[in-house]
C-alpha cells in the first residue's frame, strides 16, 4: 500500500508549514520521513502505516501513567459528556488547584493556562510587574517556551535545527534577556553586579531538559534563588518538563533546601491534554487580574476536559508510580550505555531523576553546560535513532532531547528495546562524519 507515513507527510506540507505544527516533529535533525501517529495504549504507539512502537516519547511528558490509561480515559469521557467548555470557572479548576498546593508546599495559590509557553510568559510579566524592572536571566540552552524574550540561545528546537534565536524578536526585546552559561555561578553573580537594579527575575529549568539532559550542580539552584533575593529579584523554577515526572513534588522535590517565588507547571498536569499553570506565594500571584494589576487571560484556562485528565493523572501518579518509573529509566539508561560501549562508542549518560539522554563523545566528565552539550558528536544519533526506529523503539527525533518513560513500560516492552539496541550501537559506532 506504499508508505502511509509519506503519503501523509506529502500531504501535510502542501497546507501546514514544514508539513508539522511543532518543528522538531519533522525528523529535520535526524532525517527521513518523519511518523504520523493514529493511536497509543500503555508503552506504544500505532503509526498511519499500522507499525507499533514501544515509545520513549511519551507525548514529551505527560503520558507517565501510559497512554489512554484507563482511568484517565474514563475521566476525559465524562467531562466531554457533560460539556466541552464553559467559559466559566468549574469546581474541578479548585480541585486541581488544591492537588498541586498538596504536592508542592511553597505553592500558595495557583493560575491555569493552557499552554507551557503561556505559562513561562506570564511569571515573567508577573515577576516585572510586582518589582518593576525590565531584564530578565536566563540560562544558554533552557527553553522556556516560544514567547520573545525567551528564546535566545534556547534549548529544544532552537538546539535541533541550530538556530540562533528567531525572526520577529527585536533587538529591543532581545537586549531584555541576559543569557548566562548554566551551572556558573560567577556568571550570575558578575550580572547581578552589573545591573542588579534593573533585573526582575531569574528563570531557570529545574533541571535542564530541552537540550538533553543536564542536571543543576548541587546547591546551584539554592544559590540562585539567595543570589536573586540578595538583590530583590525574584526565582522562577520552570517544572514545565520535570514538575510531576522525576517525583510528586517535580524536580524542587529532589533538590529541597530553597523556595523559588514562582513555578511554572505544563505536560503531566494535563495529562495529555492542553494545560499549563503558574503558582507561587500568595502575594505574588495576587498580583494578577483581577485582584492586582498585572494583565492574564484565556478563553480556555481551566478547560473542563483538559483539568479532568489532570486530576485522574495526578490522582493515579502515586508513589508505586514513580518507583516504576525511576526502575525503567535506571534500566534503559543502563542499557543503552552498555550497548554504546560494547561497541566502543564515547558517550556519557545524562540523569536528572528518572529522566535521561546521552551525549556522544569523549567527555572527561559530564557535559554542564549548553556549549558542552553541542560539541558533542551528535551526527552519531541519527543512525543511531533509525535502526532503533526499525526494530519498533520510537526515540525522540532530536539528540537534544530528553526520553520519556511510563509506568506502562511492563518487562515485555522493555525487552523489545533491549532486543533494538546491539544492532542501533553498531549503526552509531560505523558513523564517520556528520550527515550532508
Not at 506570564?122 to 536571566?137: D, E, F, K, N, Q
Not at 558542552?372 to 539528540?399: C, I, K, N, T, W
Request: glycine share 10%.
Amino acid at each position: 500500500m506504499g508508505d502511509v507515513n509519506l503519503a501523509q507527510f506529502e500531504r501535510a506540507q502542501r497546507v501546514i508549514p514544514g508539513g508539522v505544527n511543532s518543528p522538531v516533529r519533522a525528523f529535520r535533525s535526524v532525517g527521513g520521513t518523519p511518523r504520523f501517529m493514529v493511536s497509543a495504549r500503555g508503552p506504544y504507539i500505532v503509526d498511519a502505516q499500522g507499525r507499533e512502537y514501544v515509545d520513549l516519547v511519551a507525548s514529551w511528558g505527560p503520558a507517565i501513567l501510559g497512554h489512554a490509561h484507563p482511568a484517565v480515559v474514563s475521566a476525559v469521557q465524562e467531562a466531554v459528556a457533560r460539556g466541552l467548555s464553559f467559559g466559566a470557572s468549574t469546581p474541578a479548576e479548585t480541585e486541581l488547584a488544591e492537588a498541586v498546593l498538596a504536592r508542592v508546599p511553597f505553592v500558595d495559590k495557583l493560575r491555569l493556562v493552557s499552554t507551557g509557553t503561556e505559562a513561562t510568559m506570564t511569571a515573567i510579566r508577573l515577576a516585572r510587574g510586582y518589582t518593576g524592572r525590565p531584564l530578565l536571566i536566563k540560562f544558554a540552552g533552557h527553553y522556556h517556551g516560544h514567547s520573545d524574550s525567551l528564546l535566545a540561545e534556547a534549548g529544544s528546537g532552537l538546539a535541533t535545527l541550530s538556530l540562533p534565536g528567531s525572526a520577529g524578536v527585536t533587538e529591543a526585546t532581545a537586549a531584555q534577556t541576559l543569557v548566562l552559561p548554566y551551572n556558573d555561578l560567577d556568571a550570575v553573580r558578575a550580572a547581578f553586579e552589573a545591573n542588579g537594579p534593573d533585573i526582575a527575575a531569574v528563570i531557570t529549568e529545574a533541571a535542564a531538559a530541552n537540550m538533553g539532559v543536564v542536571a543543576p550542580d548541587d546547591g546551584f539552584n539554592a544559590a540562585l534563588t539567595d543570589l536573586a533575593h540578595e538583590y530583590g529579584a525574584l526565582l522562577i523554577l520552570d517544572e514545565v518538563l520535570t514538575g510531576f515526572r522525576v517525583s510528586e513534588a517535580g524536580y524542587w522535590g529532589l533538590d529541597r533546601g530553597y523556595t523559588p517565588d514562582l513555578v511554572t507547571f505544563g505536560k503531566v498536569i494535563g495529562g495529555g491534554m492542553p494545560l499549563a499553570a503558574v503558582g507561587g506565594r500568595a502575594d505574588l500571584m495576587d498580583f494578577l487580574a483581577p485582584t492586582g494589576p498585572v494583565y492574564q487571560a484565556g478563553t480556555l484556562s481551566g478547560n473542563p476536559v483538559a483539568v479532568a485528565a489532570g486530576l485522574a493523572t495526578l490522582a493515579y501518579a502515586d508513589e508505586a508510580v514513580y518507583d516504576r518509573l525511576d526502575v525503567v529509566a535506571d534500566t534503559l539508561s543502563s542499557a543503552v550505555s552498555d550497548a554504546l560501549a560494547a561497541e566502543g562508542v564515547a558517550h556519557r549518560v545524562q540523569r536528572a531523576g528518572n529522566l535521561f539522554s546521552f551525549v556522544f563523545g569523549d567527555f572527561a566528565s559530564a557535559p554542564r553546560t549548553y556549549a558542552e552539550v553541542q560539541s558533542q558528536e551528535a551526527f552519531r544519533y541519527r543512525p543511531f535513532f533509525h535502526a532503533m526506529l526499525d526494530a519498533g523503539v520510537s526515540l525522540p527525533p532530536s539528540v537534544f532531547e530528553a526520553w520519556f518513560v511510563t509506568a506502562a513500560h511492563d518487562d515485555a516492552a522493555i525487552d523489545r528495546i533491549l532486543q533494538a539496541l546491539p544492532a542501533a550501537a553498531r549503526a552509531a559506532a560505523a558513523a564517520s562524519s556528520a550527515p550532508a
